[in-house]
């Protein structure tokens, strides 16, 4: 079974800083996609990024990008000049490249605080 | 922006009780899933929906949970007979078919349930 570890329960940034959000995730798929979604204090969980595994290059939108290593199943979340709008809890998710499976396996989630 | 919908934002309700949250995908989706988010943990994925019958679903998703789509529009998530650990917020998802490669599913705000 596919699972999702985020190690850092809360985080916090000075606002206009860079902050990385740690996410790694155990599959035995070659192929699957990674990503991280947003929960702000509104409640809907907004997708941020995402990443095919079968790329190698590192997905990026604007101010967020990602740092995936396949090998180490590792797949971490950067924020940079951080605004107090990022101020979210923040879930790592899993899904099999599966059509029929779009099960998201999630994180236990790290909430940011962004310091004023 | 098309968005998904779920109503009622807030239940509360008597152990035993029964329940039916409801979710009104993008007209287009024809996946749909519940997941469950119980205060302070991680998401949980509860069941997955296509072609008017069950894709999927998990251990949480026992004999007291049942799911429907009886108009074409609304998807519905019944609880028969409540217990005190139902209560979570419950989130309805859609995907489409032009979203499938991408896995990216569409979150509705959620439901909170309170069972007392």
């Known amino acids: 079974a596919q699972t999702v570890t985020q190690s850092q329960p809360e985080m916090s940034v000075q606002e206009a800083e860079t902050v990385t959000l740690s996410c790694t995730y155990d599959?035995?798929?070659?192929?699957?996609?990674l990503f991280w979604y947003k929960q702000p204090p509104s409640r809907q969980m907004i997708l941020v990024i995402r990443?095919?595994?079968?790329?190698?290059q590192n997905a990026t939108e604007n101010r967020f990008s990602v740092n995936f290593q396949k090998a180490a199943k590792s797949f971490s979340l950067k924020i940079s000049d951080s605004q107090l709008g990022d101020a979210a809890m923040y879930f790592c998710?899993?899904?099999?490249?599966?059509?029929?499976?779009?099960?998201?396996?999630f994180g236990t989630g790290t909430r940011l605080t962004i310091i004023p | 922006e098309p968005e998904v919908t779920q109503t009622p934002s807030h239940q509360v309700t008597q152990m035993g009780q029964e329940v039916i949250l409801r979710c009104v995908p993008i007209?287009?989706?024809?996946?749909f899933y519940w997941y469950r988010q119980i205060l302070g943990q991680k998401v949980e994925f509860l069941v997955s929906?296509?072609?008017?019958?069950?894709?999927?679903k998990s251990e949480i998703f026992d004999d007291q949970f049942s799911v429907e789509r009886p108009d074409g529009s609304n998807f519905t998530l019944k609880i028969r007979s409540t217990k005190l650990e139902d209560s979570a917020m419950y989130f309805c998802?859609?995907?489409?078919?032009?979203?499938?490669?991408?896995?990216?599913?569409?979150f509705g705000e959620g439901s909170r349930l309170t069972v007392l």
């Open positions: 990443q095919e595994a079968y790329k190698q």
């Open positions: 599959t035995s798929e070659s192929d699957y996609y």
């Open positions: 998802a859609s995907i489409g078919s032009a979203e499938r490669p991408t896995g990216e599913l569409f």
């Open positions: 007209s287009n989706h024809l996946y």
């Open positions: 998710a899993y899904s099999a490249a599966n059509f029929g499976n779009e099960k998201l396996t």
């Open positions: 929906f296509y072609n008017n019958e069950i894709s999927e």
